[in-house]
């Protein structure tokens, strides 16, 4: 595919719809429309990814919400937004080791739901395919972190590279789903990785691949030396938009604004955090959220469905994600981008100091 003639053309038509996007956003903190809704059953895990946003462990967490409980929020959800239901994104954890995972979302089958899952795919086998697909699940991503020693290494899981390839491939010979997606992330010390990891991917019939750069978050903060530099950012974006240029189906992230240059060059539409305002997420232990990737403080924390309607919560609640996050910071309000990035995303936000972890500014653009 050759690249634009007319950049200076291209630029201008993405700041229009840029601003029509903004346009949108602030229709959405008015009149939110709940379209994906994220279902974390459980914080147990069989690996240990150093990245891990939830700092999972082997065990379960103390009081995860029980199959019956599980199974009222979904009849709640099923009669509140009978007329748009959202789709349901199954995570942890590894959902597949909560223990009444397929009776939990055959009822969701029954009920109508679309859904999807993370998984780390260890754990799938022909027969667990074969039974994702009679439960309904649509989609799946899983996760490869990089070429088999790293994967296992940065997973403290040997020999999880092996099985996580192994399940990728039960899932691909059951021809049930549309789509099969794989996600890399991208630390400072796998960035050497990438061609080999293309390499692989290509080889494999997987329906996207999608790349995205290590977060300062959940346990990752505790390896700065790992995160990316400005030069990583940029060759990772060149990278995503070299092979797409070239028609194969990889994507970056949703994480961050990118700049005029970068917009719809990595991803297929402009950058916007649907934290609050199209997401929602049930958390293992009943809490009530936006993106799971959020901090876990009191003022993201919009309830628990233990004591409260998701649908009373969704309608009265989340006016801390239903606002500019760039209202609170003195330096985005000064950008002249502000209108189009708002403050960034929610997951990536430090709350204690008001200003975004990650800035795309002066790095990309």
């Not at 956003?25 to 946003?53: I, S």
């Not at 997420?281 to 233990?306: F, K, W, Y």
């Amino acid at each position: 595919m050759m690249r634009p003639a007319t950049p200076n053309l291209v630029t201008q038509i993405r700041a229009q719809h840029l601003d029509q996007l903004a346009a949108h956003v602030r229709t959405l903190y008015q009149q939110p429309r709940l379209r994906h809704l994220f279902l974390e059953l459980t914080l147990r895990c069989n690996e240990r990814c150093f990245h891990c946003g939830s700092s999972c462990t082997a065990a379960p967490a103390q009081g995860e919400l029980t199959l019956p409980e599980w199974r009222r929020v979904l009849d709640e959800v099923r009669a509140d937004f009978a007329d748009d239901l959202p789709m349901l994104c199954v995570t942890g954890g590894e959902p597949l080791l909560y223990e009444d995972f397929f009776p939990l979302m055959e009822y969701a089958r029954d009920l109508g739901f679309r859904w999807g899952m993370t998984s780390n795919a260890t754990l799938i086998t022909p027969e667990v395919a074969t039974r994702l697909a009679q439960a309904g699940m649509g989609t799946i991503s899983v996760s490869i972190d990089g070429l088999p020693a790293t994967h296992d290494r940065l997973r403290a899981t040997p020999g999880g590279y092996e099985r996580a390839m192994a399940g990728i491939q039960c899932l691909i010979d059951t021809h049930s789903f549309r789509a099969v997606q794989v996600t890399t992330v991208v630390n400072h010390e796998t960035m050497d990785e990438l061609d080999e990891l293309f390499c692989i991917m290509d080889g494999i019939d997987i329906d996207s691949w999608r790349v995205i750069g290590l977060e300062p978050i959940g346990r990752a903060r505790l390896f700065p030396q790992r995160l990316l530099t400005p030069d990583d950012q940029r060759k990772l974006f060149a990278f995503v938009r070299d092979k797409r240029d070239q028609g194969y189906p990889l994507t970056s992230g949703c994480s961050h604004y990118l700049g005029l240059e970068w917009e719809t060059e990595v991803r297929d539409w402009y950058w916007m955090c649907n934290a609050g305002i199209c997401t929602a997420s049930v958390m293992s232990n009943g809490d009530i959220g936006a993106c799971l990737g959020i901090a876990r403080r009191p003022e993201t924390i919009q309830g628990n469905v233990r004591s409260m309607r998701l649908s009373q919560v969704w309608r009265d609640g989340f006016g801390l994600f239903r606002r500019d996050l760039s209202d609170g910071c003195a330096a985005c309000r000064a950008c002249d981008h502000v209108d189009w990035c708002r403050g960034g995303a929610h997951h990536s936000w430090d709350y204690d100091a008001s200003r975004p972890l990650i800035c795309l500014k002066d790095v990309l653009f």
